[in-house]
């Protein structure tokens, strides 16, 4: 059996497990990352298929300069990246088979307005969302589309928001509750503009990958955990399989970014206090849903730009963008129905209809579907929704999640799955020196 020893070691390679592990290796931890794929980066990277770079999940730096991952590789001292756009996105909203598009400051009551069937309306539902955004958040006992049905009579508003929940949140406006999207939307506000890179995020992990080892830690790919060491209630390694040879890694602490449910497994039920496991089992629902990429030869829509419609069955969100050789790509995800039982097959029958009616001259355009996908299980949209996610300490000492699982209330995707990272790096510091 081989041994290592180190302060941290990291169940993982997601974009929260690697910020974890940059921080602590550039602030003096001996840090190993070990993960099973032979690819590092998880659903923050992407993969060549068929001439294109797919993303795994994301696609941007999604709140640009004030973004968690963003200012993560600043503070490592990452090697710089070239990004492609960091401006304001174009946005359009679709209603009723009209185009609008959003500009500026004012951009929520214009949406409104556009959707409301009066003035009455359109001051009720600011009037509303203000209170909600300014003085008192709406509880977690109301789902987002109840909460709407208060003060919206048009449904072409609550078809609005279902596409900006389900954009944002991978869940529907009647899964969601109201406490938790207002949570996601106060987030959203400290946000800038989305910065997308020129070769991708896998840009991302490779800088953090160069900060790990440049900070004398390492990094192992196809390489399992099989179980976290615990004795009288601390984590103290991790187990792990590595080229069918066994490997244990004894360290002060253990981050996990395999997702809370999987953390308790590898750990050990009987380790873990019953309200903890309570509260996993009920509140980590993956938010699942499909995603496509579509090329074709002539733009379906401006790159880069972002079409929200109220008009659809399923679809919410496209995103145009173009590739360093001039290919065209559109990006879309399709929440189904529920995000606990669904027909992937029933949902991409509805996908194609949705797809055919936003864009009539879509075959006369040269589009196809290059890649469809099911976001589901281990591998889902998000870890669960976000804004009602679990805190990154586990009743094992010196045991923590990270991901996007357990985003700090206001994030969502990599970003949250990178803020995670922060808080627990910050709490390691006040608890562990390095060796």
Same mark, same amino acid.
């Given at each position: 059996?081989?041994k290592?020893?180190c *302060?941290?070691?990291? /169940?993982g390679?997601?974009?929260g497990?690697?910020?974890a @592990?940059?921080?602590? $290796?550039? +602030?003096?931890?001996?840090t190993?990352?070990?993960e ?6 998880g659903?923050?990277?992407q ?7 797919i ?6 730096i999604?709140?640009g300069?004030?973004?968690p991952?963003?200012?993560?590789l ?6 710089e ?6 401006g ?22 214009d949406?409104?307005?556009w959707?409301?069937?009066d003035k ?22 109301i ?5 709407m049905?208060?003060?919206? *009579?048009?449904?072409? /508003? ?8 389900? @954009?944002?949140?991978? $869940?529907? +406006? ?7 999207w ?10 800038g503009?989305?910065?997308i890179?020129k ?10 990958e160069?900060v790990i080892t440049?900070?004398h ?8 955990a099989?179980?976290i ?14 080229g069918?040879e066994?490997l ?41 849903g499909?995603?496509f ?10 790159a ?8 659809t ?7 145009g963008?173009?590739?360093?050789d001039?290919?065209?790509?559109l ?9 606990v ?14 797809l ?14 290059l890649l ?24 094992v000492?010196?045991?923590y ?12 995707g ?19 020196k390095?060796?």
């Amino acid at each position: 059996m081989e041994k290592k020893t180190c *302060d941290c070691v990291v /169940i993982g390679s997601g974009i929260g497990g690697m910020c974890a @592990a940059a921080k602590l $290796a550039h +602030s003096g931890y001996k840090t190993i990352v070990i993960e099973k794929l032979p690819i590092l980066g998880g659903r923050y990277t992407q993969i060549e298929y068929k001439g294109y770079k797919i993303c795994t999940a994301a696609y941007m730096i999604l709140y640009g300069k004030n973004d968690p991952v963003y200012l993560t590789l600043n503070e490592v001292g990452a090697p710089e990246i070239e990004t492609a756009h960091t401006g304001p996105m174009p946005q359009t909203y679709r209603m009723g088979g009209k185009d609008y598009e959003m500009t500026g400051k004012g951009a929520l009551r214009d949406m409104i307005s556009w959707a409301s069937k009066d003035k009455d309306e359109e001051n009720r539902v600011m009037t509303a969302l203000k209170r909600a955004m300014l003085w008192y958040e709406p509880p977690d006992t109301i789902t987002f589309d109840d909460w709407m049905l208060q003060y919206a *009579d048009s449904k072409t /508003i609550r078809n609005l928001f279902q596409s900006l929940v389900a @954009a944002w949140a991978g $869940a529907n +406006s009647w899964e969601i509750t109201a406490g938790q999207w207002f949570r996601i939307l106060k987030g959203m506000t400290v946000g800038g503009n989305p910065i997308i890179l020129k070769n991708g995020v896998k840009d991302v992990i490779d800088a953090l990958e160069k900060v790990i080892t440049d900070n004398h830690g390492e990094i192992l790919t196809r390489t399992r955990a099989r179980r976290i060491i615990v004795e009288d209630g601390v984590a103290r390694g991790v187990a792990a399989e590595r080229g069918g040879e066994e490997l244990q890694i004894e360290a002060k602490t253990v981050i996990s970014n395999a997702g809370p449910k999987k953390t308790i497994k590898l750990g050990g039920d009987h380790n873990f206090d019953r309200a903890y496991l309570k509260e996993v089992a009920e509140r980590v629902k993956p938010a699942a849903g499909l995603e496509f990429t579509i090329t074709s030869d002539e733009p379906l829509l401006d790159a880069p730009s972002v079409l929200f419609t109220a008009d659809t069955q399923r679809l919410e969100c496209f995103v145009g963008d173009c590739t360093p050789d001039g290919k065209h790509l559109l990006r879309t995800a399709s929440v189904p129905e529920s995000t606990v039982l669904y027909s992937p097959m029933k949902e991409y029958d509805i996908f194609l209809r949705d797809l055919k009616e936003t864009f009539p001259d879509f075959e006369k355009r040269g589009g196809r579907i290059l890649l469809a996908r099911n976001f589901c299980g281990d591998w889902p949209f998000y870890g669960t929704w976000p804004g009602d996610c679990l805190g990154q300490k586990t009743p094992v000492e010196d045991l923590y999640n990270v991901g996007d699982a357990v985003i700090p209330g206001g994030w969502v995707g990599g970003s949250g799955a990178a803020q995670s990272a922060k808080v627990v790096v910050e709490d390691i510091k006040t608890r562990v020196k390095p060796a």
